[in-house]
């Protein structure tokens, strides 16, 4: 079956940089483009960031574009999302998803890593 | 952007009675309009996408409809595993693909 299980969250200073993994199993990596989404603490959805299925395609959230870099390493079935310039504001569950195959809605979605920025 | 607006924030609904929760666009999404479960501590769960079509392995019991701008996902004879919140997304022009805020479906 499906899975994405992320990995790497942290509390970090203001400031700092960190990067999220994203392992995925159960389907074939190189045939989906993948999403990176986040929620904050009591609040809805947000949706970051896109990567196509190779990797030549990326597309961001105005809130993140600059600062955050999505990636992919199709040899290791995994999906990464560096974070530079951390904000509180960007305290949140960060989950990757993975997309339908039309670049529409999110059919599996992990369970996500929580990144908490705070000095 | 396209922001999505959920109503009501919250739902109070017996077991066995219907819920009907509403989403609307504030510009038509057309049938581009995904439903998503999510339960405490859980990933979110593709319900619903193309406005009406059921994903794989979700009860009939769930249901979904509305175009344009407005939007609908029914709940019909709620079980206990159905409390949780639901989050509507469009995906008709993006980026950035939008969600709602979410309705919180409580007993």
């Known amino acids: 079956q499906v899975q994405l299980v992320e990995s790497g969250g942290d509390v970090v200073q203001p400031g700092r940089s960190l990067r999220l993994s994203c392992a995925a199993s159960?389907?074939?990596?190189?045939?989906?483009?993948m999403h990176w989404g986040r929620q904050a603490p009591g609040k809805g959805l947000e949706w970051l960031a896109l990567i196509s299925y190779d990797g030549s395609d990326k597309y961001y959230a105005d809130s993140v574009k600059g600062r955050f870099t999505i990636s992919r390493d199709n040899s290791k079935n995994t999906l990464y999302l560096q974070m530079n310039s951390l904000r509180a504001e960007d305290t949140a569950v960060y989950s990757c998803?993975?997309?339908?195959?039309?670049?529409?809605?999110?059919?599996?979605w992990g369970q996500g890593a929580l990144v908490t920025v705070s000095s | 952007e396209i922001v999505m607006t959920q109503s009501p924030a919250t739902l109070s609904v017996s077991p066995g009675e219907r819920a009907t929760l509403s989403c609307r666009a504030s510009q038509s999404v057309s049938s581009n309009l995904a439903w998503y479960q999510q339960k405490p501590g859980q990933a979110p769960r593709l319900l619903i996408y193309?406005?009406?079509t059921r994903a794989t392995g979700i009860s009939a019991r769930f249901s979904g409809s509305g175009s344009g701008t407005e939007f609908t996902l029914t709940i019909s004879s709620l079980q206990s595993e159905d409390f949780a919140v639901y989050f509507c997304?469009?995906?008709?022009?993006?980026?950035?693909?939008?969600f709602g805020q979410g309705t919180k479906l409580e007993i």
């Open positions: 998803a993975r997309d339908s195959g039309g670049l529409d809605y999110f059919d599996y």
């Open positions: 159960g389907f074939i990596f190189t045939n989906y483009a």
């Open positions: 997304q469009q995906y008709d022009n993006w980026p950035p693909y939008t």
């Open positions: 193309g406005a009406s």
